[in-house]
């Protein structure tokens, strides 16, 4: 069977997944597997703030460090997550970034974008994620963007990522805008507003962690409209973090449960490809490593239903790595 990176490599595209830096270390399978599969590779947690720069002032690589070090050794690329994200801070970090906390942000993304910056391995950042409301009422600005948060702050924080290392591909990373609902709206116009206002924006990074259900369609149009957005503007769409869950009615059995997740995977990428994008990461690879199973981000439907727990199984390959229909299908929009 042929690795997912090699069908992608056939066309002139990438495969990737997030690791789990610490099961990196301890099975060895599990290491093989990403080896095999992946051209492209993002830590799960290992470039958080609360990981790079747990006190203030006081950087730490050794975690991320290992896993572009394995990204090295097999010939794939790192991508950075993240330099600004609310949730994964430590407490002394406030919280939108403004005017008079800048320098916290300066300093964090100079150390850090700093350290990586003569790596051949590391090629892109995502330098804010999910910076965007999820409706009107979280917002204060034309934009879109979280209530607090001022447009030129972003703007900065982008100008800021790009003096530091003009070699990257600069990304902004959202979550919930593969409908063309509001909050993709949103996102196209703060794309648009950093775009007008000289900012290097390279990729807008769709987060992807989708819901399927038989209850209710996936938009088609409305994603596929987005991308064509993007592409008007220049701007590269790379699938930063997908993985699929599968909402009530729970379907009877397992094959059929891995049967939705597999037809959701071939209908979301066929639009991807369709609408021009060629970087494609899931996040895991094995459904033995997903955060969906860890009880703080375990959807509340199935914590509600603790029997369908099973059910979740959001990735190519399952918890002893074999290959699911979602390998497949994969493969077969490559
Ligand atoms: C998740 C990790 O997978 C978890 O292990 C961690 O506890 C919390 O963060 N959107 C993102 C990712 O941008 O960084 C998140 O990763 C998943 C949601």
């Known amino acids: 069977t042929t690795p997912l990176r090699q069908l992608a490599a056939a066309k002139g595209m ?10 990196l270390q301890k099975e060895a399978d599990y290491a093989n597997l990403l080896a095999r599969e992946c051209s492209i590779a993002t830590p799960n947690g290992e470039l958080k703030w609360s990981a790079t720069e747990p006190q203030p002032g006081v950087f730490t690589f050794t975690a991320a460090d290992a896993i572009a070090k394995f990204c090295q050794n097999n010939n794939m690329a790192m991508h950075g997550h993240t330099l ?30 700093g350290h990586y910056r003569n790596s051949t391995v590391l090629k892109s950042w995502d330098v804010a994620n999910e910076v965007i409301a999820n409706s009107p009422e979280e917002t204060d600005n034309p934009y879109g963007i979280q209530r607090g948060f001022k447009p030129e702050v972003l703007r900065d924080l982008f100008l800021l990522a790009a003096s530091v290392d003009p070699n990257k591909k ?15 709206q949103q996102f196209l116009k703060t794309i648009e507003y950093l775009k007008n206002n000289g900012v290097k924006i390279d990729w807008a990074g769709f987060q992807s962690h989708l819901w399927f259900s ?9 994603f596929s409209n987005v991308l064509q957005r993007l592409k008007d503007m220049g701007v590269k769409p790379v699938i930063t973090e997908l993985d699929i869950i599968i909402d009530t009615p729970f379907p009877a059995t397992l094959a059929q449960l891995d049967q939705m997740v597999a037809d ?3 209908r979301f990428l066929d639009l991807c490809f369709a ?5 494609i990461i899931t996040w895991g690879i094995t459904d033995r490593h997903t955060w969906i199973r860890q009880p703080e981000w375990m959807p509340q439907i199935y914590k509600n239903n603790p ?12 918890q002893n790595l074999q290959r699911k229909q979602a390998f497949y299908a994969i493969s077969q929009a490559f």
């Not at 990438?14 to 099961?23: E, L, P, Q």
């Not at 600069?170 to 909050?183: A, D, Q, R, S, V």
């Not at 038989?214 to 409305?222: I, L």
């Open 14 to 23: 990438r495969y990737g997944a997030a690791i789990a830096g610490d099961a």
């Open 84 to 113: 600004v994200w609310h949730t994964a801070r430590p407490d002394w970090v406030p919280y939108p970034p403004t005017p008079s906390s800048f320098s916290i942000f300066e300093r964090h993304v100079r150390g850090v974008m």
């Open 170 to 184: 600069l990304c902004l990373n959202e979550f919930g805008i593969e409908n063309g609902g509001w909050k993709a």
């Open 214 to 222: 038989t209850a209710y369609p996936f938009d088609a149009t409305g």
């Open 264 to 266: 959701g995977y071939k």
């Open 275 to 279: 609408g021009g994008v060629d970087t």
């Open 307 to 318: 029997q369908y727990q099973n059910y979740l199984r959001p990735l190519p390959f399952d």
